[in-house]
């Protein structure tokens, strides 16, 4: 079997019903079963990018957004930082 190449997705956006914008990226298979990844603190969403291999091998969409201030997602005010996970 070949090895599955690591890739750095475009990271994709939307903007949320309250204006702000959320981002994200996806890895493994675009038409599998969808899998949330969220990443840690000083982190961002390439960090699922680790997973991508072990995606494509079973089958998984995975979809992992960036957290508020992250990745050019867009802060949420008035919300402490210990409330976005």
């Known amino acids: 079997m070949a090895e599955i190449p690591l890739?750095?997705?475009?990271?994709?956006?939307?903007?949320?019903?309250?204006?702000?914008?959320?981002?994200w990226q996806e890895f493994g298979v675009p038409d599998g079963r969808p899998a949330l990844y969220f990443h840690g603190g000083g982190s961002l969403s390439l960090e699922?990018?680790?997973?991508?291999?072990?995606?494509?091998?079973?089958?998984?969409?995975?979809?992992?957004?960036?957290?508020?201030?992250?990745?050019?997602?867009?802060?949420c005010p008035g919300r402490p930082v210990a409330a976005y996970a």
């Open 48 to 75: 699922a990018g680790i997973f991508h291999r072990e995606a494509v091998s079973n089958d998984i969409r995975l979809i992992a957004t960036n957290r508020p201030g992250v990745g050019g997602s867009s802060l």
């Open 7 to 23: 890739i750095d997705p475009p990271v994709l956006s939307t903007t949320l019903a309250d204006g702000r914008r959320m981002t």
